[in-house]
Structure formats: structure tokens, C-alpha cells
């Protein structure tokens, strides 16, 4: 069955440093989210794309974050300069259409600390 | 706005028994559905059941069901005959759509483990 991937499964950065989380939702899915939780904390959606730009985005999506599909299989969130509140799971996660009948798909999650 | 709230964070079950989990939510839509989604440990969330809001029936997947009272905006989730695989965290949530564009709004989660 098909499933969204997601690497690195851990990445460890330092406060002020740029990182890149990287997803590979399923192929013909053509919508594309993030979302995050910190430890203890919900899921909260950060962000979602479609048709190659971005649909809507939560007031935690601020200038730092961005997101890309630079290759029509990858789809990338961007974090310019970590701040140590960023350390998060950060889940992506991909459907065929939007709606209720659409399922999200989600990865694995990638678990970013900040130092 | 939206929000849904799990007032159980963690909860435990005899295996083969039935356990049911909470949710509640708020909402000024009249048509809407509502998701469980299963987070095995180190594993993705995957869809364990959904209820459209019009739907008066509970929806059933196998051993999985749902206690449905759109009124009270209680959405909780009933698991028969528990198994060992069964254990997870469990998240309730909430869909918005605006303009074609879905977003998940989930509560904080329940962590379910079965005794063996």
C-alpha cells in the first residue's frame, strides 16, 4: 500500500540554523500538509498546498517557515532560522481531493530538536 | 472556531474487553464530519473511522465504532474486543473546509494500552 515518507526521522540543529524536512506524499495525491506537534501538545496544521502554492496557512506559519515542490514528488517545509520553540514532530501528510471523503495520509513524522 | 477537546489523556483496557474513548468538539456548522485516527508508537496516524454529521447511523469499521451525539457534540469511540495492536495514541479531529482547502484541527490525544 502506498504511504507517505518522510526524512530525516530525526534531525538535532542548532538555534539559528536553517533545516529542510522532506516528504514524498503519495503520487498521484495532489494535496500536501504540515502539521506539527510539540511533546505533550496537539497536532496543529501549519500549512497546505495545492496546485503548486500554498492554500492556507496558521498564524504559526510566519516568514520563517516555506514550504516547495521542487520536483513534482518531493515536498519540502523550510525552516529559516530555528528557534528552540520549534522543536516539534513535524507531520506531512497528503489526500487525492479535500473533502470528506478524502482521507489524509500522513508520514511517519520527523522529530526536530532545536539546541 | 473550531476546536476539539480529549478528556481522557490516557486510558487502559483488559484485552478482549471493550473500551471506549471521548471526544467532544465545537462547531457553528451544520454539516460536517469527524475523524479518529490511530498513532501506533513510531508509526504514522492512519484513519480508523469517520461520522458525517448528517448521517444520523454511528459508523462501524469492524471492531471500531462510534457514539455519535451531534447535539451534545460528543463524537467517542468505542473499540470491541480489544487486541494487543490496538494500543496507541488515539486522536480525535475535526476537518474544516474553506474554499476547497481541508485542514485537521485534532485534540490532544488519548494513549490506550491493553493489558494482556
Known amino acids: 500500500e502506498p504511504e507517505v515518507t518522510q526524512t530525516p526521522s530525526h534531525q538535532v540543529t542548532q538555534m539559528g540554523q536553517e533545516v529542510i524536512l522532506r516528504c514524498v506524499p503519495i503520487s498521484n495525491h495532489l494535496y500536501f500538509y504540515w502539521y506539527r506537534q510539540i511533546l505533550g501538545q496537539k497536532v496543529e496544521f501549519l500549512v497546505s498546498f495545492y496546485n503548486n502554492e500554498i492554500s492556507e496557512k496558521s498564524e504559526i506559519f510566519d516568514d520563517q517557515f516555506s514550504v516547495e515542490r521542487p520536483d513534482g514528488s518531493n515536498f519540502t517545509l523550510k525552516i529559516r532560522s530555528t528557534k528552540l520553540e520549534d522543536s516539534a514532530m513535524y507531520f506531512c501528510?497528503?489526500?487525492?481531493?479535500?473533502?470528506?471523503?478524502?482521507?489524509?495520509?500522513f508520514g511517519p513524522g520527523t522529530r526536530l530538536t532545536v539546541t | 472556531a473550531q476546536t476539539v477537546t480529549q478528556s481522557q489523556p490516557e486510558m487502559s483496557v483488559q484485552e478482549a474487553e471493550t473500551v471506549t474513548l471521548s471526544c467532544t468538539y465545537d462547531t457553528s456548522e451544520s454539516d460536517y464530519y469527524l475523524f479518529w485516527y490511530k498513532q501506533p508508537p513510531s508509526r504514522q496516524m492512519i484513519l480508523v473511522i469517520r461520522q458525517e454529521a448528517y448521517k444520523q447511523q454511528n459508523a462501524t469499521e469492524n471492531r471500531f465504532s462510534v457514539n455519535f451525539q451531534k447535539a451534545a457534540k460528543s463524537f467517542s469511540l468505542k473499540i470491541s474486543d480489544s487486541q494487543l495492536g490496538d494500543a496507541a495514541m488515539y486522536f480525535c479531529?475535526?476537518?474544516?473546509?474553506?474554499?476547497?482547502?481541508?485542514?485537521?484541527?485534532f485534540g490532544t490525544g488519548t494513549r490506550l494500552t491493553i493489558i494482556p
Open positions: 501528510a497528503s489526500s487525492e481531493g479535500s473533502g470528506g471523503p478524502y482521507e489524509q495520509y
Open positions: 479531529a475535526y476537518p474544516l473546509y474553506r474554499a476547497g482547502n481541508e485542514k485537521l484541527t
